[in-house]
C-alpha cells in the first residue's frame, strides 16, 4: 500500500489521503458499501463502479459459509468471482461470529461456534481468518479480533482488548509468512471498550506494532453505545493513532456521524445503513432522509434530489414513481440504493473538496443547518465538533440543540 | 394520433396463415418516432409498470426491450391513479422511465398473464385487480385514461369473463356485443379542438372457445358501419378501419379450453384447439395488421404460432418469468448443428431429458457451485473477442449485461482529486453460472437482474435467428424443416421449469430468506415435495 496525505484541514483533524492499493487508488476520506453476499444489493458491479465508488467491503464470515472458500480459489478470487475490478475490503468475520451466533464462545485459540450447516463446533483462530482473506484475495484485510458489546462492562472489556493484540500477533506472523505482503494489506483492529484507559493501552500497543500493519481501525463502537461516548472514543483513539496510516471506523454510516468522524481524523468507514435503509424505501438528501412509502409522496412529481447526479434522479424518476414500486418491486429497490450510494459518496466527495480548498469548517456548518435546520442540531455534534474548533452554533442563536442521538427521520404528519 | 404501420416483408406470395417478416414503424403525433421493429419480435412484459429487476439503466442497456407491454390495473390503488396525473408529451414513458425513440408502449387494463377468477364485468364496467383489491373501470374513464396518459399504444377494453365456467351462449353473446361496443367507444374521434395525441388501437380478439362466436366477432370489425354507429366513429366505415392489430390472450382461451388442467397446461393437447380459434378470429380480418399473442407457453408454442397462423409477437413473459425462478436460457434458433462438438462449446450445454436438451440451466441446481463458465453454451460473450467488430460470426455472442458486461461510458466524480478509470466502455469478463448460484442461493436481487438481462437477449437472438431463416430463399420451406429440428433437440415439457420452480420456493418461502438453515444436509420440509410445490407456485395464469 501507498499512503499519502495530500491536504489537512487547518481548522480541524480533518485530512485528504491517496491510498492506492492493488487495484486502484481510492481517495480518502471515503465511505465503503457493504457487499455482504459479493453483491451490492441489487446492483451489478457496472452500475456501483459508474457511481463512482472504487472500495467496496465483503464480508468473510459469510462468503467462507457461502460460497466456501474452495470456489473463490477455482475462480481466481472475490474480485474475478463477482466481477469487481476496483477495490475490497473484507472484514475478519469475528464481528458476525459473535453478532448472528449466541453460541460463540471465544477462547484463547479462538472463536468456537456452532457452525450454521451441520451445527458442529467449530473453530475459527486469527491464522485461519487470514488464511481465508487470502483466498478471497481482498485489497485490505483486517485482524480477527476479540469483540464485546460496546455496552459489555468488567473484566471481559481488557480481556477482550488484551487479546485482540496477541491475536493480532498471530494474524501479523500468519500474514507475513504467506507472501501476500505485497498484495494484501493488513489492518489492526483498536479495542478497549468505552474505557478511555484500555483504548490507550490498546492503541499504544498497536502503534508499537506499526511497521507491520498497514492501517488501523477503531472496533467496538456502533454498538448502541451513547453518541457522546462514541465521539470520545473515535476522538481518543483518532488523535493517537499514527499519522501515516489510514484510520478506517467501523460500522458507521449515517451523514452526520460520517461528517464528526471526518473531522476527527478518520479516513474510512463501512455500514450497511445507506443500502438497507434504501430497501425500506428511506432516500438519503442533504435535507434529511425522505421516506418514500409515506402517502405524502405519492403525487410529488419531482425526483428524490434535482441536483442530484445518480441514475435514479438523473433520469427524473419521480417521488411518486419510487412510492409506487418500492417495498414492492426489487427495481424500487435497486433506484434508491443508486441514489443512497451516490449521496454518500457525494457527501464523502464534498467532504474531500472542502479539505482540499481549506474549507471544511464551512461545508459542516452548511451540512448541518440543510440537514437538520429547524429539527434542531444533536449536542453531541456540536461537543465533538467543537472539540476540533469548530462551533456549529456559531451565529446560530435561534437553532435548537437536541440530546440523544438526534438522528432525523421522514414521519407522516 | 400515433400511427402504427405495418408493412409485411415477405417476398413470398402471401397467404392467411403463412409465416411472414415484418416492420413496424411508430409515427407520434407528437416527438420523436420510435426505432422501427422487424417482427416476428419480443413484447416485454412488465409489473407495476417496469421491467421486472430491470433498473432504468439497465433497461435501457438492454437491446431487446423495444416493445413493452404496461397494464393499467396496479395503478388503480390510488385514486386518482399517479400515471394519469403527469404532464408533457410522453407522460408515460417519462414517468416510467422509458426511452420514446426506443421504446414503443403498449398499454392494457389488465395483465394479461392473470387469469384468477374475477367478479363479472357488467354493461357498465370490467372488473380488474390491484394490491387494494378489485377495481371497476368504465369504458368512458378508460377513454379518458388512455388520453391522459399518452402510451404509443392501447388495447380496447374488452369483456372477457373470468368466472367460473362453463359459460352461456347468451354470456358469450354479450361478451361480444360489449367488447364491439367498448372498441366503438375508443375509436371515437377526440372532441377537442386541439388534436391530442391518440394512440394506435389494439382489439383483443373476443369469442372464447367458440369458433362461431370467434368468428362472428371478427366479422363484426370488418362489417360497413351504417347510422348512428358509423356517426359514432366517423369518418371510420368500419371499426377494423381505426384498428391496429389483433390481440389474442392465450390465458383466458386456455381457461376456457382446458379449466381443469388448467394449472398444468398440456400444450401439446390444445395447441390445435388453439390454432382453430385464433384461425377463426383471423380468417375474416385483412392480413397485413399485426398479430399479437401473449402468455404463449414455450419458444415451440411460438413457433408454431409462426409456421401456422404466422403472429408476429411474442410476449417474453416465460423468459421473464424463468429469470425469476433461476434458469439461465440456453438455447438457439436454428438449433445447433450437431456436427458442433461439445469441445466447440464454452460451456457444459443444458442438461439432455430423453434425448431432448433443457431450453436452460436451473442454476439453484448444486452441479453449478462449481461450474465457473459463462450463462450459456450457445453464446460467447464479447469479451472474447479482441473488439467489437471482430465479433464472430461463427459463434453468437450474447451481448446482454450478464455475458458481456460493459463499464459504463462514464463515471460520477465525486471530488477533484477522484481519478477516473482509463477503461470504461469496455467489455468485462462474463459473470459465472457459479455466481448466479451463489447469488440465487444467498437471496441476492442481483441474480435475477442478471438473468432478466440475458434471458431477454436470448429470446431476441431466437426470434433473430427465426427471421433470419425465414429470410433466406425458399424461407417457409427452410423454416419449416428448421421448426421440426427445434423440437427434436430441445425438451418442450420445460421439466427444469418445474425443477427450478421448487428451488425458487425454497428459498423464497424459508424464513430468513438466504438463511443457511435450509441447507442442512437432511433438511427436508414438506416444501420439497415438487408435486405439492408445483402446484402451489403455479403462478398467477398457470401458463
Known amino acids: ?413 | 394520433m400515433s400511427t402504427l404501420n405495418f408493412t409485411i416483408q415477405t417476398a413470398e406470395p402471401l397467404s392467411q396463415f403463412t409465416p411472414r417478416l415484418g416492420r413496424l414503424s411508430l409515427h407520434r403525433h407528437e416527438g420523436p418516432p420510435a426505432q422501427d421493429i422487424l417482427t416476428p419480435a419480443l413484447i416485454t412484459t412488465t409489473s407495476r409498470g417496469i421491467v421486472p429487476h430491470l433498473s432504468r439503466d439497465n433497461v435501457v442497456a438492454t437491446s431487446p426491450i423495444a416493445w413493452t407491454q404496461v397494464h393499467f390495473e396496479t395503478f388503480l390503488e390510488q385514486t386518482p391513479p399517479v400515471l394519469a396525473l403527469h404532464k408533457g408529451s410522453h407522460p408515460l414513458h417519462t414517468f416510467l422511465g422509458y426511452e420514446p425513440e426506443k421504446h414503443i408502449l403498449a398499454l392494457s387494463l389488465r395483465d394479461p398473464h392473470d387469469g384468477q377468477e374475477m367478479p363479472p364485468n357488467t354493461k357498465e364496467y370490467v372488473t380488474c385487480r390491484c394490491v387494494r383489491g378489485v377495481r371497476r373501470v368504465s369504458p368512458a374513464s378508460w377513454r379518458s385514461l388512455v388520453l391522459a396518459c399518452k402510451p404509443d399504444v392501447v388495447t380496447a377494453l374488452a369483456d372477457t369473463p373470468f368466472t367460473p365456467l362453463p359459460h352461456s351462449q347468451k354470456r358469450i353473446t354479450k361478451s361480444l356485443e360489449r367488447s364491439t361496443a367498448w372498441l366503438a367507444d375508443l375509436l371515437k374521434p377526440s372532441q377537442e379542438t386541439v388534436p391530442t395525441e391518440h394512440p394506435a388501437v389494439l382489439v383483443q380478439m373476443a369469442g372464447g372457445n367458440e369458433v362461431r362466436a370467434r368468428k362472428a366477432f371478427a366479422e363484426g370489425l370488418v362489417e360497413r358501419l351504417y347510422g348512428k354507429d358509423q356517426e359514432l366513429v366517423s369518418p371510420l366505415q368500419t371499426l377494423d378501419e381505426g384498428i391496429a392489430g389483433y390481440v389474442f390472450d392465450l390465458v383466458p382461451l386456455q381457461l376456457s379450453l382446458a379449466p381443469v388442467a388448467a394449472a398444468r397446461v398440456e400444450e401439446t393437447v390444445s395447441s390445435s384447439a388453439h390454432e382453430r380459434l385464433l384461425k377463426a378470429s383471423l380468417a375474416p380480418l385483412p392480413i397485413t395488421k399485426p398479430r399479437i399473442v401473449h402468455s404463449a407457453r414455450s419458444p415451440h408454442t411460438l413457433l408454431r404460432l409462426i409456421q401456422d397462423i404466422g403472429i408476429d409477437l411474442f410476449d417474453a413473459h416465460f423468459a421473464q418469468r424463468a429469470a425469476d425462478i433461476g434458469i439461465a436460457l440456453d438455447f438457439t434458433f436454428p438449433a445447433p448443428y450437431s456436427t458442433q462438438t461439445e469441445e466447440q462449446h464454452l460451456a457444459l450445454l443444458p442438461r439432455k431429458r430423453e434425448n431432448r436438451t433443457d431450453l436452460g440451466h436451473n442454476l439453484f441446481a448444486a452441479t453449478y457451485a462449481h461450474d465457473h463458465s459463462c450463462l450459456a453454451a450457445c453464446f460467447a460473450g464479447a469479451a472474447s473477442f479482441p473488439s467489437i467488430s471482430q465479433l464472430s460470426s461463427e459463434f453468437p455472442v450474447c451481448l446482454c449485461g450478464a455475458c458481456s458486461p460493459r463499464s459504463y461510458p462514464s463515471w460520477i466524480q465525486h471530488s477533484a482529486l477522484d481519478t477516473l478509470p482509463t477503461d470504461v466502455g469496455t467489455f468485462q469478463k462474463p459473470f459465472t453460472r457459479s455466481y448466479i448460484h451463489h447469488l440465487l442461493h444467498t437471496h441476492e436481487m442481483s441474480s435475477h437482474t442478471l438473468l432478466a438481462m440475458h434471458n431477454l437477449t436470448v429470446m431476441e437472438a431466437f426470434l433473430a435467428g427465426v427471421r433470419g431463416v425465414l429470410s433466406k430463399v425458399d424461407g417457409a420451406k427452410l423454416f419449416t424443416e428448421e421448426v421440426t429440428r427445434f423440437h427434436e433437440v430441445y425438451d418442450e415439457h420445460m421439466v427444469v421449469f418445474e425443477e427450478a420452480k421448487v428451488e425458487w420456493a425454497s428459498v423464497e418461502r424459508a424464513r430468513g430468506k438466504g438463511r443457511l438453515q435450509r441447507e442442512k444436509p437432511g433438511n427436508t420440509t414438506p416444501l420439497a415435495d415438487s408435486t405439492a410445490m408445483s402446484a402451489r407456485v403455479s403462478e398467477k395464469g398457470a401458463l
Open chain 1, 1 to 413: 500500500m501507498e499512503f499519502e496525505v495530500v491536504a489537512k484541514c487547518p481548522v480541524t483533524n480533518a485530512r485528504v489521503s491517496k491510498m492506492k492499493l492493488a487495484h486502484g487508488v481510492t481517495v480518502l476520506p471515503t465511505f465503503m458499501p457493504v457487499a455482504t453476499q459479493a453483491a451490492i444489493k441489487g446492483l451489478t458491479p457496472q452500475q456501483v463502479e459508474s457511481l463512482g465508488i472504487n472500495l467496496i467491503l465483503n464480508n468473510t464470515y459469510h462468503l467462507n459459509l457461502r460460497p466456501g472458500i474452495e470456489v473463490l480459489r477455482e475462480a481466481g478470487g472475490a474480485h474475478k468471482f463477482q466481477g469487481w475490478n476496483h477495490n475490497l475490503l473484507t472484514d475478519s468475520g469475528g464481528f458476525q461470529l459473535v453478532s448472528l451466533n449466541k453460541f460463540t464462545q471465544i477462547t484463547e485459540e479462538g472463536a468456537l461456534f456452532e457452525s450454521p450447516f451441520d451445527g458442529k463446533p467449530t473453530m475459527l483462530t486469527p491464522e485461519e481468518s487470514i488464511s481465508i482473506q487470502h483466498a478471497i484475495g481482498a485489497d485490505i484485510i483486517m485482524q480477527l479480533d476479540d469483540v464485546v458489546s460496546s455496552l459489555t462492562t468488567g473484566p471481559r472489556v481488557e480481556e477482550a482488548m488484551w487479546r485482540t493484540i496477541r491475536w493480532l500477533d498471530r494474524c501479523i506472523e500468519t500474514h507475513e509468512k504467506s507472501g501476500k505482503v505485497d498484495t494484501q494489506n493488513l489492518f489492526a483492529i483498536v479495542q478497549g471498550g468505552l474505557d478511555p484507559k484500555l483504548r490507550d493501552q490498546c492503541v499504544d500497543e498497536m502503534i508499537n506494532r506499526k511497521h507491520r500493519v498497514a492501517g488501523y481501525a477503531i472496533g467496538g463502537l456502533s454498538g448502541g453505545e451513547e453518541k457522546d461516548t462514541f465521539w470520545r472514543v473515535i476522538k481518543q483513539c483518532a488523535d493517537k493513532l499514527p499519522f501515516d496510516r489510514p484510520r478506517y471506523s467501523m460500522g458507521v454510516g449515517f451523514a452526520e456521524d460520517l461528517l464528526v468522524c471526518v473531522a476527527l481524523g478518520v479516513d474510512m468507514a463501512d455500514c450497511v445503513f445507506p443500502t438497507r435503509t434504501a430497501r425500506f424505501g428511506v432516500a438519503l438528501t442533504f435535507k434529511g432522509p425522505l421516506n418514500l412509502r409515506l402517502s405524502k409522496h405519492q403525487a410529488e412529481m419531482q425526483p428524490i434530489d434535482d441536483t442530484c447526479p445518480c441514475p435514479t434522479c438523473s433520469s427524473g424518476t419521480t417521488r411518486a414513481a419510487l412510492h409506487h414500486l418500492v417495498t414492492l418491486e426489487t427495481v424500487g429497490a435497486h433506484a434508491v440504493t443508486q441514489h443512497n450510494l451516490v449521496f454518500q459518496a457525494r457527501l464523502m466527495g464534498r467532504a474531500r473538496d472542502a479539505i482540499m480548498n481549506g474549507t471544511f469548517p464551512e461545508y459542516l456548518k452548511t451540512f448541518f443547518a440543510d440537514y437538520f435546520g429547524d429539527k434542531g442540531y444533536p449536542e453531541w455534534c456540536v461537543n465533538a465538533l467543537r472539540s476540533v474548533g469548530v462551533d456549529l452554533l456559531d451565529g446560530k442563536d435561534n437553532t435548537a440543540v437536541v440530546t440523544g442521538s438526534g438522528a432525523v427521520w421522514d414521519r407522516s404528519e
